[in-house]
């Protein structure tokens, strides 16, 4: 029963980019390895000098466009 369900619910994927300032905890990204992970608490670092980094990569200091995933319900 559990698994007609899940076969009824049909997701589309969409791929933003967006300005890293604009990620936060929870987000689907698409790192620079072209791998999608999500951002926990852990993964984001702010630092005076550097600025914002996630996954350890400050993406140019943000001006590389971080690609944002976002889920979208089709019925």
């Known amino acids: 029963m559990y698994q007609n369900n899940l076969l009824k619910m049909?997701?589309?994927r969409k791929i933003v980019e967006v300005h890293i300032s604009t990620?936060?905890?929870g987000d689907?990204?698409?790192c620079s390895d072209r791998f999608e992970r999500t951002v926990s608490k852990d993964n984001i670092k702010k630092d005076s000098f550097m600025g914002i980094s996630?996954?350890?990569d400050t993406y140019k200091l943000g001006q590389t466009p971080c690609k944002k995933v976002i889920y979208e319900k089709i019925n």
């Open 54 to 56: 996630i996954f350890g």
């Open 23 to 25: 990620i936060s905890i």
């Open 10 to 12: 049909a997701v589309k």
């Open 28 to 30: 689907s990204i698409i």
